[in-house]
């Protein structure tokens, strides 16, 4: 089969590899979609916490090809989508609730990698994380499970009233999921993004005002004019992943207001933080990674009943051998996410 590898940073190749045998309770699933995605930009332009060569992708859909010994929800021929990681359920961070730090999620993420032909799904991904499709859901439908249930993990984890007004700093597809997710708890929301293109979508999506950052000064005051005696916005979510626009939203809160800090940045980068507003104004500031079964559950059923929409999610398809291009047509703004497509053998 073919498959993608990060050697480094601007370096990925389409190599053959065998077409993996799954072990007692894994799944080997045929690819029929995967997704870019911001994840994936970030790796191709600096790397990831993995040693290379390491294998990229983590949002497909497809088809079992074969089952290991003790599955048996899924057989040959299903289709299925799959989410990249699960908890063990064991350990002290999962007792305690917090199963996106889960030392075991992390060890199976990302590994296997789903820009290939064919993906080996690990066992607590298929009891935890993976879903048989409705015949009326497509592959790129399914495919958008692993960053919705991160923005719908974000979302709860912020404290929204109906009529609260929430600001979305970045607009890419995790940004514009989180605008959807915050529209539909019953807020007011202001998007912002450098790119017409994108906060076009965001009004699709249930934004109520929009603000291109190339044609204002100063991004939190601008957002803060926008909201009752300027006081600033009841939540601030960052998800774009740059360590400027968490000081930027950190800066829009009203008094007493919420600031959750989603979008990875480079590892090693700090960010100031104006100690008197945090006193004085009691602002929170929450960092938030990843999700947990739960919310994948939740995202699955949300894409079921169409919350969102791959038609306006997903762009442009590719083949795996183009998959470069794919990542910098993301990494440009042109388009939401791109597809890369396996054609039958």
């Known amino acids: ?72 929800k899924f057989k ?11 908890p063990c359920g064991k350990c002290y961070y999962c007792k305690k609730g917090l199963q996106s730090m889960c030392p075991d999620l992390i060890q199976n993420q990302f590994k296997n990698g789903a820009y290939a032909q064919y993906q080996l799904i690990p066992k607590p991904i298929v009891e935890q994380n993976m879903f048989h499709m409705p015949d009326s859901m497509s592959y790129k439908q399914a495919a958008l499970l692993e960053p919705l249930s991160c923005a719908l993990y974000g979302t709860a984890n912020v404290p929204i009233e109906l009529g609260d007004t929430v600001c979305v700093n970045g607009c890419g597809p995790i940004g514009l999921m989180f605008i959807r997710m915050c529209y539909l708890r019953g807020a007011r929301v202001i998007a912002c993004d450098l790119s017409d293109v994108r906060l076009n979508l965001a009004k699709k999506l249930g934004a109520q005002e929009v603000i291109n950052i190339k044609d204002v000064e100063d991004q939190a005051q601008a957002v803060k004019d926008l909201t009752e ?39 090693g980068l700090t960010v100031p933080v104006d100690t008197t507003k945090l006193h004085y104004e009691q602002i929170t500031i929450k960092g938030v990674f990843h999700t947990t079964p739960v919310h994948v559950n939740a995202a699955f059923e949300m894409l079921k009943m169409n919350a969102i929409s791959a038609d306006d999610f997903v762009q442009n398809e590719y083949q795996i051998e183009d998959i470069e291009k794919a990542i910098l047509e993301h990494a440009s703004g042109a388009v939401i996410k791109n597809a890369i497509v396996y054609p039958e053998d």
């Open 1 to 72: 089969m073919k498959k993608v590898s990060f050697y480094a940073p601007e370096d990925i190749r389409v190599e053959e590899a065998p077409v993996p045998v799954p072990g007692p309770g894994e799944v080997v699933v045929k690819n029929k979609v995967t997704l870019t995605c911001g994840t994936d930009v970030k790796t191709y332009k600096r790397g990831y916490r993995y040693e290379p060569p390491f294998s990229m992708g983590h949002e497909a859909s497809g088809i079992v090809e074969a089952v290991g010994e003790g599955v048996t």
């Open 76 to 86: 040959k021929g299903d289709r299925v989508v799959a989410h990249n990681s699960a």
């Open 229 to 267: 005696d300027g006081r600033g916005v009841d939540a601030a979510i960052e998800a774009a992943g740059i360590p400027e626009v968490w000081s930027i939203a950190m800066n829009m809160a009203r008094p007493g207001g919420f600031v959750l800090c989603f979008g990875g940045t480079k590892k």
